[in-house]
């Protein structure tokens, strides 16, 4: 079955940097699209950004363009978001999301759990 | 950008009343519209997508309609295991967006 499992998070200081990660399991990740998503506490989900499944496109939320990077590593089937410059308003749990990608990728059929990531001096 | 407009923010229904939530599109999105639903302290899951096609293993009372700019997910008979938080996302384009939500209580 579909796994997918997020580490990295943790309390950072402001103005710090960051890099989760999302071991993906039970199907072709070279294949799908994958995206980032994030929940700040008590709001709805906001989409952060999204990878082609052989990562030659990337797309970002305008409020984080330059200071996230989301990356992966097909030979290892895991998906990493960098963070830098950290604010408190991006404190949030970080989830993982796989494209439907039989229908389409810009739709998640899959989250990981989270992880939650508070910045806090 | 496409902003997300979710009405109500909040509604109050009984175990087998026939909830409706509706969804609205600053821009028309054609059929690009999911819903997905919330537990708390869980992660979302794909409910409905492509405004009216029901996600593999999601139970038959769910049901969306709509097309271009408004759309609407029934849920036919509200069972105990559906008081959540329901969202709907537009995956027109980038930049994707979400509502702000619906949440369904117990009354």
């Known amino acids: 079955q579909v796994q997918l499992v997020e580490s990295g998070g943790g309390v950072v200081q402001p103005g710090t940097s960051l890099r989760l990660s999302c071991a993906a399991s039970g199907f072709s990740f070279s294949r799908n699209g994958m995206h980032w998503v994030r929940q700040a506490p008590g709001k709805g989900p906001e989409w952060v950004a999204y990878?082609?499944?052989?990562?030659?496109?990337?797309y970002y939320e305008d409020s984080v363009k330059g200071r996230i990077t989301i990356s992966r590593d097909n030979s290892k089937s895991t998906l990493y978001l960098q963070v830098n410059s950290l604010r408190a308003e991006d404190t949030a749990v970080y989830y993982c999301a796989k494209g439907k990608s039989d229908y389409s990728n810009y739709v998640f059929d899959y989250w990981g759990q989270g992880t939650l990531v508070t910045v806090s001096s | 950008d496409i902003q997300m407009t979710q009405s109500p923010s909040s509604l109050s229904a009984s175990v087998g009343d026939r909830v409706t939530v509706t969804c609205r599109a600053s821009?028309?999105?054609?059929?690009?519209l999911n819903w997905y639903q919330q537990k708390p302290g869980k992660a979302p899951e794909l409910l409905i997508y492509?405004?009216?096609r029901l996600q593999s293993g999601v139970p038959s009372r769910f049901s969306g309609s709509g097309s271009g700019t408004d759309f609407t997910l029934t849920i036919s008979s509200l069972q105990p295991e559906d008081f959540a938080t329901y969202y709907c996302?537009?995956?027109?384009?980038?930049?994707?967006?979400f509502g702000g939500g619906t949440k369904v209580e117990i009354k």
């Open positions: 996302q537009h995956s027109y384009s980038s930049p994707l967006s």
């Open positions: 492509g405004a009216s």
């Open positions: 821009q028309s999105i054609n059929v690009y």
């Open positions: 990878i082609r499944n052989d990562g030659s496109n990337k």
